[in-house]
């Protein structure tokens, strides 16, 4: 059976290597990412069933605008694998005023899930992010970290509002599988916005302990053929498995995903 897979930074790493996989399995696969010249790459490599979509995800009236194209040319869509993520060493923000870490990561996923959940009625969501882990929260005072900013405190505020965001999501649309997935420590060298000497020693870390981005793509893929059967569920992948992720963990927290999803709404009104 042919699927539709659209994946967001689908041009490198993990999202690159699941994108040739799913290509290898027949499947018409659209990468989302902002550089245009590892898109035409990936198309050319793909042949007729690669697609390719520029788009600054962490734009939040860029990534509507990503959100409406694929809807109008995908009516129906298997699968949204949300992996587009970039360090950011320091505090930026985006033209729309947003902290950029929390605009990428978290933001640009809530969009574009919930614009596209009526296409994506009986398929599966994959959710690259740390799942699982109880390290960091939300910053609930102070969402755009706008004091006390570190790059791992920015990738934590984020990574937990994911964690929430596939709780609330999934209350909203028990129709989608939706799965937040940890893929584990992955070798996605090299990594362009860490500054040195924290590159060096990320990259060194890397080629010792991580797994390569096929295996991990491999794990990922799985799901796509066989989601979950819960509206909500979260795994991480050990090896070559999908293990599951206790759904009772605190970060998971239905009242406080529907506390993010209300702020949330508020943060991006008026963002056209």
């Not at 060096?200 to 010792?208: G, H, N």
Request: aromatic share 6%; glycine share 10%.
């Amino acid at each position: 059976m042919t699927r539709t897979v659209v994946i967001t930074g689908g041009t490198r790493g993990i999202g690159l290597a699941l994108a040739r996989e799913r290509l290898r399995r027949g499947d018409a696969v659209v990468a989302v990412a902002r550089d245009p010249e590892p898109g035409r790459r990936f198309v050319e490599e793909g042949g007729e069933r690669a697609h390719f979509v520029a788009a600054d995800l962490s734009s939040v009236a860029g990534t509507r605008a990503v959100a409406a194209q694929l809807a109008d040319r995908h009516p129906t869509i298997d699968a949204l694998v949300l992996g587009a993520h970039r360090l950011q060493p320091r505090r930026t923000e985006t033209a729309e005023g947003l902290e950029a870490t929390f605009a990428l990561y978290y933001l640009s996923r809530y969009v574009l899930v919930h614009a596209l959940a009526g296409a994506l009625a009986g398929g599966v969501v994959l959710n690259l992010s740390g799942s699982g882990l109880t390290a960091g929260a939300v910053a609930w005072d102070d969402l755009q970290l706008t004091r006390r900013y570190s790059s791992i405190r920015a990738n934590l505020n984020a990574g937990r509002a994911n964690d929430l965001l596939g709780v609330a999501f999934a209350e909203r649309h028990p129709d989608v599988h939706y799965v937040a997935y940890n893929p584990g420590f992955v070798d996605t060298r090299p990594f362009f916005a860490m500054a040195q000497p924290w590159r060096a020693v990320a990259e060194a870390a890397a080629a010792v302990g991580g797994a390569p981005p096929e295996r991990a793509a491999a794990a990922l893929s799985s799901l796509i053929d066989q989601p979950p059967a819960e509206a909500f569920s979260a795994r991480q992948r050990r090896g070559g498995t999908n293990r599951p992720i206790d759904p009772g963990l605190r970060t998971f927290d239905p009242e406080q995903a529907r506390r993010l999803d209300e702020l949330t709404n508020s943060l991006i009104s008026g963002r056209a």
